[in-house]
């Protein structure tokens, strides 16, 4: 059973940064494309950064310049780094392959920005 579980979230003011952590179970991690992905209260489920295999990015307009994504993938891990958070980066964060499978998601981590 794929297991994607999130680590690295909690409280921080704005400016500040954080760094999250994704470990996997799958065997064939290394073959795809992997995502961060957040839902903030009363909001969907949005993209943030996406890597594939080979470590080409993509980020959503809202977090480019500030987030960057990476991969290990000797280590199954998948990590977000995350500079100058301001409070609209408030939501709950998760990992899941992308395209997103239903019964991949995890229990994600809580990122709060304020100060």
């Known amino acids: 059973q794929v297991q994607f579980v999130e680590s690295g979230g909690g409280l921080v003011q704005p400016g500040g940064s954080l760094r999250l952590s994704c470990a996997a179970s799958?065997?064939?991690?290394?073959?795809?494309?992997m995502g961060w992905y957040r839902q903030a209260p009363g909001k969907e489920r949005e993209l943030v950064a996406s890597?594939?295999?080979?470590?080409?990015?993509n980020y959503a307009d809202s977090v480019k310049g500030r987030f960057t994504i990476s991969r290990d993938n000797a280590k199954k891990a998948v990590y977000l780094q995350m500079n100058s958070l301001n409070p609209e980066d408030t939501a709950v964060y998760y990992c899941?392959?992308?395209?997103?499978?239903?019964?991949?998601w995890g229990q994600g981590t809580q990122v709060t920005v304020s100060s």
């Open positions: 890597i594939t295999g080979g470590r080409s990015q």
């Open positions: 799958r065997s064939i991690f290394n073959l795809v494309v």
């Open positions: 899941n392959q992308m395209p997103a499978v239903r019964g991949y």
